[in-house]
């Protein structure tokens, strides 16, 4: 039974990681500066992290994956400005630090 839950928590956070890294990539495309959008990742991490602790790193590559095909590949003629690249390095890392805060505050909460 504990794995259906796992499954199911899974496909949660991967879900969540599609929405919140769209809502990431909009953010980050267009930004004057670096604070909202990297908020937006760290939280969106620490929530994936809320809903999938055992693998929440899985839903943060997917994170990460939407929000480079955001801000790169959808909708982009010319480069990429510097305060973009900026942002988006900024919130691969910071989704991967959030998933794993959030699996942390779950565990710590759970036992």
């Known amino acids: 039974m504990a794995e ?3 499954g199911n928590s899974s496909v949660i956070a991967s879900g969540l990681a ?7 990539a909009w953010l980050t495309r267009g930004t004057s500066g670096v604070h909202l959008p990297l908020l937006a990742a760290a939280l969106a991490g620490v929530v994936i ?10 839903a943060a590559v997917i994170q990460s994956v939407v929000v ?5 590949f959808i909708g982009r003629e ?5 305060i973009e690249k900026h942002s988006l390095f900024g919130a691969i890392g910071l989704s991967f630090a959030g998933s794993f805060i959030g ?7 759970r036992s």
């Open 4 to 6: 259906g839950k796992s």
């Open 49 to 58: 992290g809320l809903a999938d602790s055992r693998r929440g790193w899985i």
């Open 18 to 24: 599609v929405v919140l890294g769209a809502v990431i």
């Open 103 to 109: 699996a942390f505050i779950k565990r710590a909460f």
């Open 78 to 82: 010319g480069t990429v400005p510097e």
């Open 68 to 72: 480079v095909a955001g801000v790169l």
